[in-house]
C-alpha cells in the first residue's frame, strides 16, 4: 500500500491528538490533585490507613468503655479532672478553629495526657457532655485535609496501641 500526503496527515494528527489528550489529562490530573479537588495515590493509601486505625481504635472513643468496665466490677484508670478538662478544651478550642487548625495540639493532647484507652473514653465522655458532639466525629471532621489527615491517623494509630486501662 502506498502511503499518500493525506494518509500521512491523517496519522501524524490523530497521533499529536492522542499523545496531546494523554498529556493534558495527566496535567490536568496534577493541577486538580495539587489543589486538593483530586485524591492522589498516598491520599487514598492514607485514607485505608486511617478506615484500619478508626476501627481498631473505635472502642476507647466510646464513653461506654470505661462505663461498662466499671459497671462490671472491674477498676480502671482513671485521670484527674483538671487533665480531663485541660484535654478535652484542647481539642475543642485549639485543634480546630474557624479559620486555622492546629492538629499538632490535638496530637499532643493525646501523646502527653492520655496514657490509656479508658482515659480516652472518660474525656470523650466529658467531651461529648460539654459539646453535643462525639469526640472522635469531632476531631475526624475537622482534620479533613491531607496534612491534617497524617496527625488525624497518628492520633488513631496512638489510640489503638494504648493499654486497656482495665483490670
Known amino acids: 500500500m502506498i502511503m499518500n500526503k493525506d494518509n500521512g496527515r491523517i496519522i501524524?494528527?490523530?497521533?499529536?491528538?492522542?499523545?496531546?489528550?494523554?498529556?493534558g489529562n495527566k496535567l490536568l490530573?496534577?493541577?486538580l490533585e495539587s489543589l486538593g479537588l483530586k485524591d492522589s495515590a498516598e491520599d487514598k493509601n492514607l485514607d485505608d490507613d486511617i478506615k484500619k486505625n478508626y476501627d481498631a481504635s473505635i472502642d476507647a472513643f466510646d464513653p461506654q468503655y470505661y462505663i461498662q468496665a466499671k459497671a462490671a466490677g472491674k477498676r480502671i484508670v482513671d485521670i484527674a479532672p483538671d487533665i480531663q478538662n485541660f484535654v478535652k478544651k484542647s481539642i475543642y478550642s485549639k485543634c480546630i478553629g474557624y479559620v486555622y487548625d492546629s492538629?499538632?495540639?490535638?496530637?499532643?493532647?493525646?501523646?502527653?495526657?492520655?496514657?490509656?484507652?479508658?482515659?480516652?473514653?472518660?474525656?470523650?465522655?466529658?467531651?461529648?457532655?460539654?459539646?453535643?458532639?462525639?469526640?472522635?466525629?469531632?476531631?475526624?471532621?475537622?482534620?479533613?485535609?491531607?496534612?491534617?489527615?497524617?496527625?488525624?491517623?497518628e492520633i488513631l494509630e496512638y489510640v489503638k496501641n494504648l493499654p486497656s486501662g482495665i483490670n
Do not use: W
Open 29 to 31: 490530573s496534577t493541577i
Open 103 to 153: 492538629p499538632q495540639v490535638c496530637l499532643s493532647a493525646f501523646k502527653t495526657n492520655l496514657k490509656y484507652k479508658t482515659q480516652v473514653s472518660i474525656v470523650a465522655h466529658a467531651f461529648a457532655n460539654a459539646h453535643g458532639e462525639s469526640m472522635l466525629g469531632y476531631i475526624s471532621n475537622g482534620l479533613d485535609r491531607t496534612a491534617q489527615k497524617k496527625v488525624l491517623n
Open 12 to 23: 501524524l494528527y490523530g497521533t499529536l491528538a492522542v499523545g496531546s489528550l494523554f498529556l
